[in-house]
């Protein structure tokens, strides 16, 4: 509910009353996650860079990476965050951070202006999880990349696909410009405008 600053209150709370718990390492990571969402960044990778070395949160170490990716995401390092989001893929493909490490390791890679790799990432989360909730912002980070590779045949063929497939009225606007531009770049100025 946003209440960080009471929730780390009673997170520290129940490290004082049970420090032998096993739930210590998690309670740590909820902390580091305030920590992260008031924008206390610095307190946050302390945080997670602490979990990282303690043996008990080794059953955790995905998420551990992938909130210290979306903390460096956070702060534009996207080559620091990137190699976290791989570290997550190559490490844990079980875990449930993979759809979401897949999808942010495009986007930095975009980011980085390396389309070609980032269009792979995206078409990696369409192709193996259709039914997540990234499919669709995948699908249009896909025009990002097509668009920036100036790609504009396939870049129309995938928004005929998209729209035959995927109808989403709330994108309309940002679909018809993709559109338009690839109309306009392929020589068909009637249908552009």
């Not at 420090?19 to 996650?33: H, M, R």
């Not at 960044?41 to 070395?53: G, H, I, P």
């Not at 920036?148 to 870049?155: C, N, R, S």
Request: charged share 25%.
């Amino acid at each position: 509910d946003g209440f960080y600053e009471t929730a780390i209150s009673l997170y520290e709370r129940f490290l004082t009353n049970w420090p032998q718990s096993k739930k210590k390492a998690e309670v740590n990571l909820y902390i580091g996650q305030c920590y992260f969402f008031q924008g206390k960044y610095l307190e946050a990778l302390k945080k997670f860079d602490e979990l990282l070395n303690y043996p008990d949160a080794q059953n955790i170490k995905d998420s551990v990476l992938y909130w210290m990716a979306e903390l460096c995401f956070r702060n534009n390092d996207f080559i620091k965050a990137s190699n976290l989001y791989r570290q997550i893929i190559e490490q844990f493909p079980k875990s449930n951070y993979i759809v979401p490490a897949y999808y942010s390791l495009g986007w930095c890679l975009y980011e980085l202006k390396n389309y070609a790799e980032a269009l792979e990432y995206f078409k990696i989360v369409i192709q193996r999880f259709p039914q997540d909730s990234l499919y669709e912002h995948s699908q249009l980070k896909i025009m990002d990349c097509l668009y920036a590779l100036k790609d504009y045949k396939g870049l129309k063929e995938h928004i005929n696909s998209y729209l035959n497939s995927y109808p989403k009225k709330e994108q309309f606007n940002y679909v018809t410009f993709y559109q338009a531009e690839a109309e306009y770049y392929l020589g068909n100025f009637e249908t552009a405008s």
